[in-house]
């Protein structure tokens, strides 16, 4: 009986450190976001990639029944940050053949980081079902080699 509470409490003295201290989150980081002024008055009104200190981030947006924007364009062999949310229903962001695949919730910010090292071009699809368009819904990642 008292092991079971020593090891209880341990357990949540752990999760109660490592969240506090060590800032460790659950892997969905929840960034919420207004889905009414998406297309308005955030960071998505804007699609597309930006480059700053911070490194490169493609900001999508994904809604019914298209990826903005549609072509993509980024660098090989650098650490690629993609934001995408959705103004409408849930969607899905997945680039075929790599690991970045993510929900896409209203109301949320989803983010994936991956790098590419090699040139190349990839398909991005919505891989949740949203509608009737659903199997249109897709767009082009083109990778390009770097100077
Ligand atoms: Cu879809």
Redesign the pocket.
């Known amino acids: 009986m008292w092991t079971a509470t020593f090891l209880l409490v341990a357990f949540v003295l752990a999760i109660v450190v490592s969240a506090t201290v060590s800032a460790v989150h659950p892997p969905s980081h929840i960034e919420t976001i207004d889905p009414a002024v998406v297309r308005t008055e955030s960071e998505f009104s804007r699609p597309g990639v930006i480059e700053d200190e911070h490194g490169i981030t493609v900001v999508v947006l994904a809604e019914l029944?298209r990826f903005a924007p549609e072509t993509i364009r980024v660098p090989a062999g650098r650490p690629i940050r993609f934001r995408v949310t959705s103004p409408d229903v849930l969607?899905?962001f997945q680039i075929v053949g790599t690991n970045a695949n993510v929900v896409v919730a209203p109301g949320y910010v989803s983010e994936v980081v991956t790098t590419f090292p090699e040139p190349g071009e990839y398909l991005i699809v919505?891989?949740?079902?949203?509608?009737l368009s659903?199997h249109l819904?897709q767009a082009k990642l083109v990778v390009e080699s770097t100077p």
């Open positions: 029944y969607h899905g919505c891989n949740e079902y949203c509608g659903h819904m």
